[in-house]
């Protein structure tokens, strides 16, 4: 038949002849005429189409067993179509409201609302659901059932019905766009009533989109607000357990959205999700109704790529196993055979299709049907078979930092790049003429293996690429959008920089080498020294360490032979035989300190790590130290005080002893065998003087000393530290701890106890010192007013100012200063209370009794009711001198409940009666004028 071709720009412009004529592999024809290049695709359209209505969106779609074909638009229309395609007329229900009957009218007529669901159940029966008018049932009979919130006592409050779904048990399942779900069994009658699934989580879950029966028997429900599930075996609805799955942020197993469209259970086992804007997911979870389900992304990357450019409107699986997704714009099949991507588009459909959400049916003899904008398409699933055409590529054009490559030729197989080109762009095109479709890309740069996808874009930038020869890979899609067989690659070499050349790595070898060398020479050297410092360190510390250890023999041996000497009787030939003891081992600590001093005056380093442990004048001053241990002074014993406790850390079992014997005689004793054990009976003894080694198993003199120090109950107590460590730097630590002195080993159990004594002493001292500081304090306080009672003002006139208690004694830590000025406003405060005791003035303080007794007699050297009482009389004394208050009122005022008893304890303190006091300080006063 002749065929006369026009332009396509311009209908009505005929091509009046042609001169030359081809025919590609993609059967598209080339025409050369005079008006130039022609190009005629003949496209190939094995599916029909069934028409509804011009633009009326086809929302419900099901065949049925007598291979009729049923769809339902939004306007309500319902139309009924043979098998073939032609129109057997829309649905018209006739008859009154008690019975209604259909008939087809051959012009279109509405039925009912927006008919959103059609379903044909096991008993052939048709259920129609709508958007607003509840359900219908059509029974082979041709009678029409209605229910719906307005027709009865059926049960169905909700007249919006999205999917229907009956199992073999007789069960119809409804999801409603609003209300959630409903299940209903048939009556002996015939008839349903549905109710209301107790354990369904209405309120959150209460838009259905789809009710679907899989496989194994259990149901999915798909919801705009996540994904429901149960098993399909139950005898009670009330009693149905529903597995909930929702979108969890940051977890790459569940669902993307929560809008979910549709899922599809596959013959394979498999179940797929669609949900709105977020692609088609596999659920993982071996059982539905074990949740949340765990899911994942599709295996095969190709399909996922298609798929996530469009939504995913609905999916159905033939008896094949092939797969179709349909979205708004075209259908993707998921070829099972060859696992190839089929993508019907515009140019195998026959024209351009709008697609709904409708759920696709698949008629008798296996042809599906998908609802669309305007009827119904129809697909042979027998026609996929055919390979699809698979267009070449070519690389077509090349930009370096933003400017045409020069050296660019069409289509090269390979490109060689300078070092300074390695960022580019480069284009490229499938060659597939038929039209109206769209083509995509992907890439890869070996030796990666997973695709990267362009999408309709044609072109790939490049940034620093590496040096040598990269293979770049481009496929495509032909114009349907299914990915083709058609790999391209070229090869591109880029040279590198002289940085990147092997020359430069031979550089980098040979100053790595030279580098090396001198890093290991010097690193030899520095060992060697290393070592020998470490050497001469060892000898250092050998010849310390034995020191160290002779001392406190050296101890044990001297210091009780003088002791016997100094208080035993002895024959002249036993008196000159431990003489000679004390000699030798005096001779014995010279060669010892002597064999030290040589050492380090014979060492050839010198530097702050270093330094001797002794001196010149540090082994002078053990020397002098034995020689005192030469004397013999009796007079220095100390006074005997058994009211001083005195607690001995010493770890060495002997020495321990020793001390304890030439202490025990004048004080109480008591000791402990390391840090830790001397710690715990300082707290627990409060002792009065601590006497203590530096070297002990688990915690060493030092440590104990710093936490007594830190502790405010222990922190007033004495410290000596005797130690066989005599440097400087060891004295200088211990002082820094707060002892008051250090006594190196061996040394003069004579000094010793003198030392002790005059710590003593001192400390009484200060106590007395301390003591006359707080009276006279108490002296300048502001004296009670009486009226006429009250003396006259000092001289010049001036009241007497109060202040606050302030401690001047250095021995006095800064603790127990501001614990003495607490206690001295309490005392002011309760001066005249009668009551006062002294767990009450321990209770302000925060103390123990036993600790604060130990406190107030370590800092003013006498008991707590003591000191009370010394002050009570101080105060009395004042008031007696400054006041015309008789001495019942000043008794009473320093908590003295019986005048009598108080004149008793003030003549006890003063000597003199109140009376006699007070008649002595007037004439004192009035001999001054």
């Known amino acids: 038949m002749p065929f006369a071709f026009t332009d396509t720009k311009d209908a009505f412009a005929k091509i009046p002849s042609v001169k030359k004529n081809f025919i590609d592999r993609q059967r598209n024809l080339w025409l050369i005429s005079a008006q130039g290049l022609s190009l005629t695709s003949f496209g190939y359209d094995n599916y029909s189409n069934v028409t509804l209505e011009p633009n009326e969106e086809t929302r419900s779609v099901v065949a049925l067993a007598d291979s009729t074909l049923l769809a339902g638009s939004v306007s309500g229309m319902v139309a009924k179509y043979t098998s073939d395609g032609r129109l057997c007329g829309y649905f018209r229900p006739i008859g009154d409201a008690h019975k209604t009957s259909l008939s087809l009218s051959p012009t279109p007529v509405l039925f009912s609302d927006k008919v959103y669901a059609l379903y044909a159940d096991r008993d052939n029966n048709v259920w129609m659901g709508t958007k607003g008018d509840g359900l219908y049932m059509l029974d082979t009979e041709g009678n ?472 010149a004048a540090e082994l002078s001053s053990a020397k002098e130290a034995m020689e005192a241990q030469r004397g013999d002074d009796e007079n220095n014993k100390g006074p005997r005080d058994k009211e001083i406790t005195i607690l001995i850390v010493e770890d060495n079992n002997d020495l321990r002893h020793f001390l304890r014997d030439i202490l025990s005689s004048q004080y109480n004793i008591i000791t402990a065998v390391n840090g830790k054990d001397g710690l715990e009976k300082a707290e627990k003894e409060q002792p009065d003087f601590i006497i203590t080694d530096v070297t002990m198993p688990e915690m060493d003199g030092l440590a104990m000393v710093h936490q007594i120090k830190e502790r405010k109950k222990l922190s007033h107590i004495p410290i000596i530290i005797l130690s066989a460590k005599a440097s400087m730097e060891d004295r200088m630590e211990g002082l820094k701890a707060g002892i008051e002195d250090y006594i190196t080993k061996p040394f003069s159990a004579t000094f010793l106890r003198q030392r002790i004594a005059n710590i003593i002493s001192q400390r009484r001292l200060l106590q007395q010192a301390y003591f006359e500081q707080l009276g006279t304090e108490m002296q300048k306080a502001d004296l009670p007013t009486t009226g006429d009672n009250t003396a006259a003002p000092a001289a010049g006139n001036q009241a007497p100012v109060r202040q606050e208690y302030r401690l001047d004694a250095p021995q006095i830590i800064e603790a127990d200063q501001v614990m003495m000025e607490k206690l001295m406003k309490f005392i002011e405060e309760r001066i005249g209370d009668e009551t006062l005791r002294i767990e009450e003035m321990a209770d302000a303080m925060s103390m123990g009794r036993t600790v604060f007794y130990g406190k107030i007699k370590a800092i003013v050297g006498m008991s707590p009711s003591d000191f009370l009482r010394r002050l009570r009389m101080q105060r009395a004394e004042e008031l007696i001198t400054r006041s015309k208050m008789n001495f019942s009122q000043i008794a009473f005022s320093v908590g003295f409940s019986d005048p009598k008893y108080f004149t008793k304890c003030f003549k006890k303190e003063t000597g003199m009666t109140p009376s006699e006091y007070r008649h002595k300080k007037q004439e004192e006063q009035n001999a001054k004028g």
């Open 144 to 615: 029409i059932t209605h229910y719906s919130r307005r027709t009865g006592n059926c049960g169905l409050d909700c007249d919006t019905i999205y999917s229907i779904s009956h199992d073999p048990q007789g069960y119809l399942c409804i999801g409603t766009y609003g209300a959630g779900l409903f299940i209903s069994e048939p009556s002996t009658d015939g008839s349903y009533t549905f109710r209301r699934v107790k354990n369904y989580p209405t309120e959150r879950y209460k838009y259905i989109r789809r009710v679907l029966r899989n496989n194994e028997g259990d149901y999915l429900i798909s919801t705009t607000e996540g994904l429901i599930t149960f098993k399909g075996d139950f005898s009670n609805p009330d009693e149905i357990v529903f597995t909930e799955s929702v979108p969890v942020s940051n977890s790459d197993s569940s669902l993307r959205t929560a809008n979910v469209m549709q899922t599809l259970s596959l013959s394979n086992g498999n179940t797929l999700i669609a949900t709105q804007g977020g692609d088609v997911q596999l659920v993982e979870s071996t059982s539905l109704t074990d949740g949340p389900l765990r899911f994942s992304s599709l295996s095969d990357p190709d399909l996922a790529a298609v798929l996530s450019r469009s939504n995913v409107l609905s999916m159905t699986e033939d008896s094949k196993g092939n797969v179709f997704f349909v979205r708004e714009s075209d259908i993707v099949a998921y070829l099972n055979g060859s696992h190839s991507i089929l993508v019907l588009g515009p140019n195998n459909l026959g024209g351009t299709f709008e697609f709904t959400e409708a759920m696709p049916s698949i008629g008798p003899d296996g042809c599906i049907y998908f609802a669309a904008v305007g009827g119904v398409v129809k697909v042979n699933p027998e026609d996929l078979n055919r390979q699809p055409y698979s267009p070449n590529i070519v690389f077509t054009g090349m930009h370096v930092k933003g400017n045409q490559y020069e050296d660019f030729i069409h289509n090269p197989s390979n490109i060689e790049l300078e070092s300074d080109r390695r960022d580019f762009s480069i284009s490229f095109a499938a060659l597939d003429y038929s039209g109206n479709g769209h083509i995509e890309y992907a890439y890869r740069l070996a030796p990666e293996e997973n695709w990267n996808y362009l999408g309709n874009n044609n072109s790939l930038q490049i940034t620093n690429l590496k040096p040598g020869i990269t293979r770049l890979y481009i496929k495509s899609t032909n114009s349907d959008g299914t990915w083709a067989d058609n790999e391209r690659y070229i090869d591109i070499l880029v040279h590198p920089t002289f940085w990147e050349s092997p020359w430069s790595k031979i550089l980098i070898i040979i100053v790595v080498f030279v580098l090396g060398y001198f890093f290991v020479s010097f690193y030899i050297a520095n060992r060697k020294n290393r070592m020998m410092k470490q050497v001469r360190k060892r000898e250092r510390e050998f010849f310390i360490n034995a020191s160290h250890r002779l001392r406190t023999p050296l101890t044990l041996i001297g210091s009780p032979v003088v002791e016997v000497l100094n208080t035993e009787d002895l024959s002249d030939t036993g008196r000159q035989h431990l003489e000679k003891v004390s000699r030798s081992a005096n001779s014995m600590l010279d060669i010892v300190n002597m064999m030290l001093l040589t050492e380090f005056e014979n060492s050839d380093v010198v530097s702050d790590d270093s330094i001797p442990w002794l001196s």
